[in-house]
């Protein structure tokens, strides 16, 4: 059988580079957005007094928001987080998603629990939004070799699956996307096994890094970035982080998922970051973080080694990739 890689995910960064750059105008335009934003956030994490530049790496603007990461790493814009996105159920064109999913519909949204868990159960949105905690900020890294910082707003999938009471059977959660034919151009590509679905290990789901996100910059998701609710984990490649869920379901087998479908020789179960093992087309060595001149190394498990690593002992990441 002959399948069309034209789709599969395409290393645009490079080309697309000058317009990840914000214009004066639009970071100022960035900057008032989100210190507005900022005051929202109900436990807004460590400010830096003044903007500053950090190193070289970085093109003479000062940080937009003062928000860093545990690393000390400066959070991308607004602008950055919502006008480059993988969303394919819209458009392969990671600057056409914004404009595309403007129309989406998301309310009225319900979230279904089920498969091996004791008391399965349907949430609406406004009771998934309940269990909101504080701002979360995360580095993204998508497969394609660039990254993004970004403050989401969430909470801990564990909280949702523990009030499922999995089944001691269950070892993997399975998630899926919504089918909106009305609303997602993207569905008529051929080739794509819709709907778009992700899996992880349970001990991964029940990981506290693992998040559902709810809002980015203390607003709430915007359509691209997967609005009401989408997946984030933050030691995984983007593609894991599922958008728009409307099924999570736990399984006793490793679930299929739409990359590992269409192209399993690129695409793993696993999907952890790792420099140290390529994807078959390119280098997952370094990578642009959106908005600096000069790729950076990539860090194993994002980042976020001491916290996962140990989820992964004694397996062969090479072999599961
Ligand atoms: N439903 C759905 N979820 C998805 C995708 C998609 O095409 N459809 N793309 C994935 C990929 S490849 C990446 S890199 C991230 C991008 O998330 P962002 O747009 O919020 O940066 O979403 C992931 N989740
Ligand atoms: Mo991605």
Request: aromatic fraction near 10%; include cysteine.
């Amino acid at each position: 059988m002959e399948k069309s890689l034209r789709h599969i995910e395409i290393p645009s960064s490079e080309i697309t580079l000058e317009s990840a750059y914000l214009s004066r105008r639009d970071f100022l335009k960035a900057m008032g957005i989100v210190s507005a934003a900022s005051l929202l956030a109900a436990c807004a994490p460590q400010v830096i007094g003044t903007p500053t530049t950090t190193g070289t790496n970085q093109p003479s603007l000062p940080t937009a928001t003062g928000l860093v990461d545990e690393l000390g790493e400066p959070t991308n814009t607004f602008e950055q987080i919502t006008n480059y996105n993988n969303y394919y159920e819209f458009s392969f064109d990671k600057e056409a998603v914004a404009r595309l999913s403007a129309n989406f519909k998301t309310t009225p949204w319900a979230v279904e629990v089920g498969g091996l868990v004791h008391n399965p159960q349907t949430f609406s949105i406004e009771e998934l939004l309940k269990f909101e905690q504080k701002e979360r900020i995360y580095r993204m890294r998508c497969v394609e070799a660039w990254s993004m910082v970004i403050p989401w707003v969430g909470f801990e999938l564990n909280e949702l699956l523990k009030a499922v009471e999995p089944m001691t059977s269950a070892k993997y959660v399975r998630f899926v996307t919504v089918q909106d034919e009305e609303h997602m151009p993207g569905l008529r590509a051929p080739g794509y096994p819709w709907p778009y679905n992700e899996g992880l290990r349970l001990d991964e789901a029940m990981h506290r890094l693992t998040i559902l996100a709810t809002g980015l910059y203390g607003e709430s998701l915007p359509n691209q970035n997967g609005a009401p609710i989408r997946l984030v984990v933050p030691w995984k490649y983007g593609f894991k982080s599922i958008k728009s869920i409307i099924r999570i379901e736990l399984t006793d087998e490793e679930p299929a998922t739409l990359w590992s479908t269409v192209a399993p020789n690129e695409y793993g179960f696993y999907a952890n970051v790792n420099p140290e093992v390529d994807h078959p087309r390119w280098s997952q060595a370094s990578e642009r973080r959106i908005g600096e001149l000069s790729r950076r190394p990539t860090l194993m498990f994002n980042g976020y080694a001491e916290e996962v690593a140990s989820l992964y002992s004694g397996m062969d990441l090479s072999v599961n990739y």
